[in-house]
């Protein structure tokens, strides 16, 4: 909004001609939702507590030490999808179509897990929505996303898969493209559904991830650098860069209240949300395989219970104590701050390996 209302009158005010540098912009917007969800963060955590009562169901076959936590309310990404939506609006370009389909992803999921939360608050029930019903919920809007994702893209980039350190190498899928993206989507985001499970853990690693792809969108969108580096250019995709500084700059403001002890959890209205935004963005950018990589720690988690699931099913037995992995240390007595910190350890770690694919080409 702000760069169609102030750089039009660049010639007459020097000053604005910044509004048409993305890094400037991209640093309003890391500003913007974090002073928001600063100021707003307190008193909408007061009013969900009020409304709540008894807060988020705690699963009486999870840890022990989580009986602790009942009484804590949910429903916090409603604070980091409204500072990633008013960063947003402020101050990226919305002519670029690609930022309408991230905010058409990252609210459309967001409304699907706020309809979960819902469901467990109101019947103190932690099932929440049917999981076949919230599947075909996020397979019709990743699917739209998709679709509008290819439309928007040139040929051949659009339909074809890249691949880390490979820079000329360029898996064509044709029109199965369409269902593999809206699959990175729907993956990303119930991987970080999974994540969501002690006090911080999931909004570090998304917010690392979120700036990773921030520098990546940057990149990518940019015809100089992404020539140099020899990386395949998405035109429009640097626009990107301000919706991944919202939601950094959202994130820090969720942190200072989701920090142990947590006083509000982000609950599916946001853990759905941010998964599908990082699944979307790196769909757009065309660093799916690299989003597995920076996400690896989603990814773990996920895996984890698919390993569990099928161990046990298989052979009647549990390969972790209890998964998602995170509840396997716990079990094996680690204090919730040393496993949340090593968490995001790692996620560094993996992000400077995901980062390490833009040159080692």
């Not at 939506?85 to 002519?95: E, I, K, Q, R």
């Not at 103190?124 to 075909?136: D, F, Y």
């Not at 990149?219 to 301000?242: D, M, P, R, S, W």
């Amino acid at each position: 909004m702000l760069y169609h209302l102030l750089y039009p009158l660049a010639d007459e005010f020097n000053v604005l001609n910044l509004f048409r540098y993305i890094t400037f912009r991209t640093g309003g917007a890391i500003l913007t939702a974090m002073v928001l969800s600063f100021v707003i963060g307190q008193p909408l955590i007061d009013w969900l507590r009020a409304k709540q009562g008894r807060g988020q169901p705690i699963r009486d076959d999870g840890p022990e030490g989580h009986l602790t936590k009942r009484g804590t309310p949910t429903m916090g990404g409603f604070l980091i999808l409204l500072g990633i939506g008013v960063g947003t609006l402020l101050w990226a370009d919305l002519g670029n179509r690609y930022v309408w389909v991230v905010l058409l992803v990252t609210f459309g999921f967001g409304l699907i897990g706020f309809y979960d939360d819902y469901l467990k608050v109101t019947k103190q029930n932690p099932k929440g929505v049917p999981g076949k019903l919230k599947l075909a919920l996020q397979v019709v809007i990743a699917g739209v996303a998709a679709v509008w994702i290819n439309q928007i893209g040139s040929a051949p980039l659009n339909t074809s898969l890249t691949v880390p350190f490979f820079k000329d190498v360029l898996l064509n899928f044709g029109w199965f493209m369409m269902p593999f993206a809206a699959f990175v989507m729907i993956g990303a985001s119930n991987a970080v559904n999974l994540t969501d499970g002690l006090d911080g853990l999931a909004i570090v690693p998304v917010m690392i991830a979120a700036a990773s792809f921030g520098l990546i969108c940057y990149l990518v969108g940019n015809t100089v650098f992404a020539n140099y580096l020899q990386i395949h250019n998405v035109a429009g995709a640097g626009e990107l860069a301000v919706f991944c500084g919202a939601l950094v700059g959202a994130g820090i403001g969720f942190l200072w209240f989701n920090a142990p002890p947590a006083m509000v959890f982000m609950g599916d209205t946001g853990s759905l949300s941010l998964g599908g935004a990082l699944g979307t963005v790196s769909v757009i950018v065309k660093h799916e395989l690299v989003l597995a990589i920076i996400g690896g720690l989603f990814v773990l988690e996920t895996v984890s219970v698919m390993v569990q699931v099928a161990s046990f099913k298989l052979t009647g037995k549990r390969v972790f104590r209890m998964a998602p992995l995170h509840h396997h240390y716990e079990k094996k007595g680690w204090k919730e701050p040393t496993i949340v910190i090593r968490f995001w350890i790692v996620s560094v770690i993996l992000a400077l390996v995901g980062l390490s694919t833009l040159k080692l080409r």
